[in-house]
């Protein structure tokens, strides 16, 4: 999510009635784009995209199969599974970020999509808050205490990293659900096994 | 960077080191545990949570090194009378890939491939809880040891985010959560740049065959050296 520009996402759904149903519910505050299959999802998926609500079971490319190219081209999208039945695995281990039985209710939706932006907004503050607190580390190494004293830059330093850390504490309740908890971690990227 | 209520009952960890900074440690704090090699600190991490096991509470251990069957093992000894459903591990130095297990005395065992995996670690740490839970532990304590172990798998600023995330988990979940960390293994800044990841930190040295602790930002201003 850059500057002022609304959040994007991408419905994959192959049946157009319940793909167009999603798009009526979230068009007022999101920019909806569509695609009828794997395929043309993937074709879709660019570096706007945001959250994507991908339909399980589809004719041609599965739901898995998306999530595992989306996960290949590292995009750092939201990926959430729709399914019609609920599921019997465990979609932490499978990588999908949440999901939603079908019919899915229109508050069901804004919900999820507003959670999973909210898990982006997290990330951003995490990443800003960590190259902060890299940067106050690298002054308190180089100067003395009473260089730091007299050293604006550092003073607002030390109130931004507060301010951060307010901030992160806020989002996502500080982490109190264990789907926000993994996901949370996935976004810090794994290392490839060898 | 909590905000919990008063009334939770604090975690009194003087048992295993006397430091009026550790007689009532808030629930949801997390504790860096900083050291020199062989100066006990996995010893040290691994006595707070055998304290909390002795009055019933749950445990949960992440280790980076040893086996599973070998943090049981070494833990039946410290607490007599163990109730094993209420302690986890996450094991990651499975043979395989992930999966999980429960011992036939009931401990949850989650197995990764690699300290690297950081996903699954929390998948790990989630399922651990989700037991400790059920067998009607709601919190307890954590132990990761260590690290300096992840830091050779991954990089400071990935090891930073860890432990925010999980400070923040723990934090909710009114877990104390014990990290340990080699700190002659790094360098000054990755560890002065970690260390702002939790509330408190333990550090320790030796001093001519003595080990000493000292006390940082859990009450008031860093406690003197102690032996212990």
């Known amino acids: 999510m850059t500057g002022s520009e609304r959040p994007v996402v991408l419905i994959v759904e192959d049946e157009p009635d ?18 009828e299959d794997g395929d043309e999802g993937l074709a879709q998926l660019d570096e706007r995209v945001d959250v994507v609500l991908l339909d399980r079971m589809m004719p041609g490319l599965s739901g898995d199969e998306v999530l595992e190219r989306i996960r290949e081209r ?49 990330d951003d503050l995490l990443q800003e808050y960590y190259a902060l607190v890299e940067k106050r580390a690298t002054l308190e190494a180089t100067k003395s205490s009473a260089e730091l004293t007299d050293n604006e830059e550092y003073h607002r330093l030390q109130d931004r990293v ?14 109190e659900d264990d789907e926000d908890f993994i996901a949370t971690l996935r976004g810090l990227g794994d290392v490839e096994e060898e | ?30 504790i860096l545990v900083s050291g020199p090699a062989m100066t006990g600190k996995d010893e040290l991490a691994m006595e707070i949570l055998a304290d909390g096991s002795d009055n019933g509470e749950g445990a949960i251990v992440v ?30 130095r499975g043979e395989s890939g992930r999966d999980s297990e429960y011992t036939p005395a009931g401990s949850f065992v989650y197995h990764l491939s690699s300290p690297g995996e950081i996903t699954g670690m929390g998948i790990g740490i989630t399922k651990c809880m989700e037991n400790l839970a059920n067998n009607g532990a709601d919190s307890g304590r954590f ?3 260590s690290l300096s172990t992840i830091l050779t798998y991954t990089d400071k600023k990935t090891v930073f985010k860890l432990c925010h995330i999980l400070s923040s988990r723990f934090d909710t979940a009114g877990y104390l959560g014990v ?18 990841a939790f509330d408190g930190m333990i550090e ?25």
Request: net charge negative; proline share 3%.
């Open chain 2, 204 to 228: 320790i040295r030796e001093n001519d065959g003595t080990r000493e602790a000292r006390v940082l930002g859990l009450a008031g201003k860093p406690t003197d050296w102690q032996e212990f």
């Open chain 1, 162 to 175: 507060e301010e951060l850390g307010d901030d992160l504490s806020e989002t996502l309740g500080g982490i």
């Open chain 2, 63 to 92: 280790t980076t090194g040893e086996h599973a069957e070998d943090v049981i093992t070494d833990y039946r000894d410290r607490v007599p009378g163990l109730d094993e459903s209420l302690l986890g591990v996450v094991d990651c």
């Open chain 1, 74 to 122: 590292g995009l750092d999208c939201r990926v959430a599974m729709v399914t019609a039945v609920e599921p019997d695995f465990d979609i932490l281990e499978m990588g999908f970020d949440a999901y939603l039985c079908k019919p899915v209710r229109s508050e069901q939706l804004h919900d999820t999509v507003s959670n999973l932006l909210e898990r982006s907004t997290y």
């Open chain 2, 1 to 30: 960077m909590s905000k919990k209520s008063d009334s939770e009952a604090m975690y009194d960890l003087t048992d295993v080191l006397d430091f009026e900074a550790l007689s009532a440690v808030r629930p949801g704090s997390s």
């Open chain 1, 18 to 35: 319940v793909a167009e149903t999603y798009k009526l519910w979230l068009t007022d505050e999101y920019d909806v784009r569509m695609a």
């Open chain 2, 143 to 145: 132990a990761l040891d």
């Open chain 2, 179 to 196: 990290l340990t960390i080699d700190s002659a293994a790094h360098d000054e800044q990755t560890l002065q740049v970690i260390k702002q």
